[in-house]
T-cell receptor, first 114, second 109 residues
Framework: SQTIHQWPATLVQPVGSPLSLECTVE??????LYWYRQAAGRGLQLLFY??????ISSEVPQNLSASRPQDRQFILSSKKLLLSDSGFYLC?????????????FGQGTRLTVV | GENVEQHPSTLSVQEGDSAVIKCTYS??????FPWYKQELGKGPQLIID?????GEKKDQRIAVTLNKTAKHFSLHITETQPEDSAVYFC????????FGKGTRLHILP
């Protein structure tokens, strides 16, 4: 069966520090991968999605970047965190290609920038 | 790109009553409409979905309807129970999955 792992679960970082959040998927090949952010009491904002290794689409201009160095690995990064980067970050995967299938979410990383 | 609007943002219903959450989408190419339930501090979990060739789908106390012409879809929860309290998200998918802003559902005892 397929599983998605996201870590760490909680992170407190000072303003100006770098960020690296990692997500890996097991049990499937060539998935679509997604990073979402959820601000407190708000909806799920799509940040990045990827249909393959090295293929990243950015949905909103921001202080963050994403990379997909391997088929089932998706990394969210920042060189210098801002206070506004605080939030709940969720990684998700879905079956590759344009299709009518659901997304499966990781358990999320709660990032607090202080 | 796709834009999904969801209403209401907060909904309180008495236990045992029904709850309805409504969504609209903008991209007629979207062909898949999932609904997710999110409990505090956790990732969203799929509860029901509907595809564009279907008008209605039901799973026990949960049902979803889709009107492709009007680009509307709705979630219906009947006989609500305390454990239904959570945040619910609708979404629409063509190539990527775009979510509504969520509805916080409170079930009142």
């Amino acid at each position: 069966s397929q599983t998605i792992h996201q870590w760490p679960a909680t992170l407190v970082q000072p303003v100006g520090s770098p960020l690296s959040l990692e997500c890996t998927v097991e049990g499937t090949s060539n998935p679509n991968l997604y990073w979402y952010r959820q601000a407190a009491g708000r909806g799920l904002q799509l940040l990045f999605y990827s249909v393959g290794i090295g293929q990243i689409s950015s949905e909103v201009p921001q202080n963050l970047s994403a990379s997909r160095p391997q088929d089932r690995q998706f990394i969210l990064s920042s060189k210098k965190l801002l206070l506004s980067d605080s939030g709940f970050y969720l990684c998700a995967w879905s079956v590759g290609g344009i299709g009518n299938t659901e997304a499966f979410f990781g358990q999320g990383t709660r990032l607090t920038v202080v | 790109g796709e834009n999904v609007e969801q209403h209401p943002s907060t909904l309180s219903v008495q236990e045992g009553d029904s709850a309805v959450i409504k969504c609209t989408y903008s991209d007629s190419a979207s062909n898949y409409f999932p609904w997710y339930k999110q409990e505090l501090g956790k990732g969203p979990q799929l509860i029901i979905d509907i595809r564009s060739n279907v008008g209605e789908k039901k799973d026990q106390r949960i049902a979803v309807t889709l009107n492709k012409t009007a680009k509307h879809f709705s979630l219906h929860i009947t006989e609500t129970q305390p454990e239904d309290s959570a945040v619910y998200f609708c979404a629409a998918r063509d190539d990527k999955i775009i979510f509504g802003k969520g509805t916080r559902l409170h079930i009142l005892p």
